[in-house]
Protein backbone atom coordinates (compact mmCIF):
# COMPACT_ATOMS: atom_id res chain seq x y z
CA UNK A 1 0.00 0.00 0.00
CA UNK A 2 1.66 3.45 -1.24
CA UNK A 3 -0.98 5.31 0.04
CA UNK A 4 -1.39 6.69 -3.55
CA UNK A 5 -4.82 6.03 -4.89
CA UNK A 6 -5.75 5.89 -8.55
CA UNK A 7 -8.79 5.10 -10.63
CA UNK A 8 -10.00 4.12 -12.71
CA UNK A 9 -6.97 1.38 -13.11
CA UNK A 10 -7.95 0.69 -16.94
CA UNK A 11 -9.68 2.85 -19.06
CA UNK A 12 -11.04 2.51 -22.69
CA UNK A 13 -12.68 5.87 -24.78
CA UNK A 14 -13.31 6.68 -28.19
CA UNK A 15 -11.32 9.64 -29.74
CA UNK A 16 -14.34 11.52 -28.80
CA UNK A 17 -15.14 10.88 -25.33
CA UNK A 18 -14.55 13.18 -22.49
CA UNK A 19 -12.73 10.88 -18.85
CA UNK A 20 -10.93 12.12 -16.21
CA UNK A 21 -8.63 10.36 -14.52
CA UNK A 22 -8.15 10.74 -10.40
CA UNK A 23 -5.65 10.66 -7.98
CA UNK A 24 -5.98 10.71 -4.37
CA UNK A 25 -3.12 10.95 -1.92
CA UNK A 26 -3.29 10.00 1.56
CA UNK A 27 0.63 10.42 2.60
CA UNK A 28 -0.07 14.62 4.15
CA UNK A 29 2.10 15.51 0.98
CA UNK A 30 2.69 18.98 -0.30
CA UNK A 31 3.18 18.14 -3.93
CA UNK A 32 1.72 15.81 -6.96
CA UNK A 33 2.49 14.81 -10.03
CA UNK A 34 1.26 13.46 -13.39
CA UNK A 35 3.25 11.07 -16.15
CA UNK A 36 2.84 9.16 -18.88
CA UNK A 37 4.81 6.15 -19.43
CA UNK A 38 4.26 4.45 -22.88
CA UNK A 39 6.16 1.30 -24.05
CA UNK A 40 9.69 1.26 -24.17
CA UNK A 41 10.06 5.07 -22.73
CA UNK A 42 11.49 6.54 -19.76
CA UNK A 43 9.19 7.58 -17.84
CA UNK A 44 7.57 11.46 -19.16
CA UNK A 45 6.67 14.36 -16.33
CA UNK A 46 3.31 16.08 -17.78
CA UNK A 47 2.54 18.25 -14.86
CA UNK A 48 3.61 19.19 -11.24
CA UNK A 49 1.07 20.71 -8.47
CA UNK A 50 2.75 22.28 -5.58
CA UNK A 51 0.37 23.19 -2.85
CA UNK A 52 -2.27 23.04 -5.49
CA UNK A 53 -0.48 25.61 -7.96
CA UNK A 54 0.35 23.85 -10.81
CA UNK A 55 4.23 24.78 -11.01
CA UNK A 56 5.18 22.66 -14.29
CA UNK A 57 3.57 22.39 -17.65
CA UNK A 58 5.74 20.22 -19.89
CA UNK A 59 4.68 21.33 -23.06
CA UNK A 60 1.50 18.69 -22.63
CA UNK A 61 -0.90 19.16 -25.62
CA UNK A 62 -4.52 20.67 -23.99
CA UNK A 63 -6.33 18.04 -24.92
CA UNK A 64 -5.10 16.49 -21.29
CA UNK A 65 -6.28 18.89 -18.53
CA UNK A 66 -5.29 18.33 -15.08
CA UNK A 67 -6.97 20.09 -11.75
CA UNK A 68 -5.85 20.22 -8.14
CA UNK A 69 -8.93 20.99 -6.25
CA UNK A 70 -7.00 20.47 -2.81
CA UNK A 71 -3.70 18.89 -1.69
CA UNK A 72 -4.89 15.14 -1.83
CA UNK A 73 -6.15 14.88 -4.89
CA UNK A 74 -5.93 15.42 -8.59
CA UNK A 75 -7.59 14.69 -11.84
CA UNK A 76 -6.60 14.36 -15.22
CA UNK A 77 -9.20 15.30 -17.46
CA UNK A 78 -9.28 13.95 -20.91
CA UNK A 79 -10.84 14.99 -24.34
CA UNK A 80 -10.57 14.22 -28.11
CA UNK A 81 -7.48 12.06 -27.21
CA UNK A 82 -5.24 10.27 -30.00
CA UNK A 83 -4.51 6.64 -30.26
CA UNK A 84 -1.05 7.61 -29.76
CA UNK A 85 -2.11 9.03 -25.91
CA UNK A 86 -2.82 5.23 -24.90
CA UNK A 87 -0.37 4.79 -21.89
CA UNK A 88 -0.04 3.98 -18.07
CA UNK A 89 -0.96 7.31 -16.67
CA UNK A 90 0.89 7.52 -13.18
CA UNK A 91 0.24 10.09 -10.34
CA UNK A 92 2.75 10.58 -7.73
CA UNK A 93 3.43 12.67 -4.73
CA UNK A 94 5.69 14.38 -2.35
CA UNK A 95 6.66 16.53 0.35
CA UNK A 96 7.77 18.64 -2.10
CA UNK A 97 11.00 21.01 -2.24
CA UNK A 98 11.27 21.58 1.61
CA UNK A 99 10.60 18.00 2.65
CA UNK A 100 12.38 15.70 0.39
CA UNK A 101 12.63 14.28 -3.16
CA UNK A 102 11.08 10.70 -2.70
CA UNK A 103 8.03 10.75 -4.81
CA UNK A 104 5.33 7.90 -4.00
CA UNK A 105 3.32 6.65 -7.08
CA UNK A 106 -0.28 5.06 -7.65
CA UNK A 107 -0.59 2.30 -9.71
CA UNK A 108 -1.75 3.73 -12.46
CA UNK A 109 -4.42 4.25 -15.08
CA UNK A 110 -4.05 2.00 -18.54
CA UNK A 111 -5.44 4.08 -20.80
CA UNK A 112 -6.39 2.77 -24.67
CA UNK A 113 -7.96 4.85 -27.14
CA UNK A 114 -9.42 3.71 -29.78
CA UNK B 1 20.42 18.75 -20.07
CA UNK B 2 20.78 15.86 -17.31
CA UNK B 3 19.92 12.46 -18.23
CA UNK B 4 20.21 8.72 -16.51
CA UNK B 5 21.54 5.92 -18.12
CA UNK B 6 21.05 2.45 -16.60
CA UNK B 7 22.71 -0.52 -17.54
CA UNK B 8 22.15 -3.49 -18.34
CA UNK B 9 19.38 -2.97 -20.25
CA UNK B 10 17.91 -6.07 -19.58
CA UNK B 11 19.33 -9.27 -17.51
CA UNK B 12 17.69 -12.96 -17.51
CA UNK B 13 19.03 -14.62 -14.24
CA UNK B 14 18.81 -18.08 -12.53
CA UNK B 15 16.90 -17.60 -9.18
CA UNK B 16 19.65 -17.88 -6.46
CA UNK B 17 21.89 -15.89 -8.37
CA UNK B 18 23.45 -12.08 -7.30
CA UNK B 19 22.29 -9.15 -9.46
CA UNK B 20 24.44 -6.21 -10.03
CA UNK B 21 22.97 -3.11 -12.23
CA UNK B 22 24.03 0.52 -12.27
CA UNK B 23 23.03 4.16 -13.29
CA UNK B 24 25.32 6.81 -14.69
CA UNK B 25 24.95 10.20 -15.18
CA UNK B 26 27.33 13.24 -17.12
CA UNK B 27 26.26 15.41 -14.01
CA UNK B 28 26.12 15.68 -10.35
CA UNK B 29 23.24 13.96 -8.05
CA UNK B 30 22.42 15.27 -4.54
CA UNK B 31 20.42 12.26 -3.99
CA UNK B 32 19.65 8.97 -6.05
CA UNK B 33 16.66 7.02 -5.85
CA UNK B 34 15.84 3.43 -6.69
CA UNK B 35 12.68 2.42 -7.93
CA UNK B 36 11.13 -1.50 -8.77
CA UNK B 37 8.04 -1.05 -11.12
CA UNK B 38 5.91 -4.34 -11.86
CA UNK B 39 4.07 -5.37 -14.94
CA UNK B 40 0.91 -3.06 -14.81
CA UNK B 41 1.75 -1.04 -11.58
CA UNK B 42 2.98 2.08 -10.69
CA UNK B 43 7.11 2.22 -9.51
CA UNK B 44 7.70 1.57 -5.64
CA UNK B 45 10.64 3.26 -3.84
CA UNK B 46 12.76 0.55 -3.07
CA UNK B 47 15.63 2.82 -1.19
CA UNK B 48 17.17 6.54 -1.13
CA UNK B 49 21.01 7.95 -1.19
CA UNK B 50 21.64 11.23 0.43
CA UNK B 51 25.16 11.26 0.58
CA UNK B 52 28.54 10.69 -1.68
CA UNK B 53 29.73 7.37 -0.40
CA UNK B 54 26.84 6.02 1.14
CA UNK B 55 25.77 2.83 1.25
CA UNK B 56 22.40 1.46 2.28
CA UNK B 57 20.15 -1.74 2.61
CA UNK B 58 16.61 -2.52 2.20
CA UNK B 59 16.68 -6.77 2.88
CA UNK B 60 18.44 -8.59 -0.39
CA UNK B 61 18.71 -4.82 -2.04
CA UNK B 62 21.97 -2.81 -1.22
CA UNK B 63 22.32 0.83 -3.20
CA UNK B 64 25.57 2.98 -3.13
CA UNK B 65 26.10 6.34 -3.96
CA UNK B 66 29.43 6.84 -5.69
CA UNK B 67 31.88 8.66 -4.90
CA UNK B 68 31.94 10.89 -7.72
CA UNK B 69 28.32 11.69 -7.51
CA UNK B 70 27.96 10.84 -10.87
CA UNK B 71 26.23 7.07 -10.84
CA UNK B 72 24.80 4.67 -7.82
CA UNK B 73 24.80 0.89 -7.76
CA UNK B 74 21.98 -1.71 -6.72
CA UNK B 75 22.66 -5.46 -5.77
CA UNK B 76 20.48 -7.79 -5.42
CA UNK B 77 21.32 -11.13 -3.26
CA UNK B 78 19.80 -14.38 -3.77
CA UNK B 79 17.39 -13.31 -6.42
CA UNK B 80 13.69 -14.61 -6.17
CA UNK B 81 11.47 -14.98 -8.83
CA UNK B 82 9.04 -12.36 -7.08
CA UNK B 83 12.33 -9.59 -8.14
CA UNK B 84 11.18 -9.55 -11.37
CA UNK B 85 10.46 -6.32 -12.99
CA UNK B 86 11.95 -3.11 -14.32
CA UNK B 87 14.62 -1.19 -11.83
CA UNK B 88 14.62 2.38 -12.16
CA UNK B 89 17.07 4.84 -10.86
CA UNK B 90 15.83 8.28 -10.49
CA UNK B 91 17.72 11.85 -9.06
CA UNK B 92 16.23 15.34 -8.43
CA UNK B 93 16.33 18.21 -11.26
CA UNK B 94 18.55 20.61 -9.53
CA UNK B 95 16.82 22.83 -6.90
CA UNK B 96 13.13 21.42 -8.15
CA UNK B 97 10.98 19.11 -6.97
CA UNK B 98 11.18 16.92 -10.49
CA UNK B 99 12.76 13.73 -10.71
CA UNK B 100 14.52 12.69 -13.66
CA UNK B 101 14.41 8.62 -14.39
CA UNK B 102 16.72 6.12 -15.64
CA UNK B 103 15.72 3.94 -19.01
CA UNK B 104 15.38 1.14 -16.77
CA UNK B 105 17.43 -2.24 -16.18
CA UNK B 106 14.61 -5.57 -16.95
CA UNK B 107 15.10 -8.15 -14.98
CA UNK B 108 14.00 -11.60 -15.38
CA UNK B 109 14.39 -14.42 -12.70
CA UNK B 110 14.11 -18.18 -13.86
CA UNK B 111 13.23 -20.69 -11.45
Known amino acids: ETGVTQTPRHLVMGMTNKKSLKCEQH?????MYWYKQSAKKPLELMFVYSLEERVENNSVPSRFSPECPNSSHLFLHLHTLQPEDSALYLCASSLGLAGGYEQYFGPGTRLTVT | GQQLNQSPQSMFIQEGEDVSMNCTSSSIFNTWLWYKQEPGEGPVLLIA?????ELTSNGRLTAQFGITRKDSFLNISASIPSDVGIYFCAGPLYNTDKLIFGTGTRLQVFP
Open chain 1, 27 to 31: LGHNA
Open chain 2, 49 to 53: LYKAG
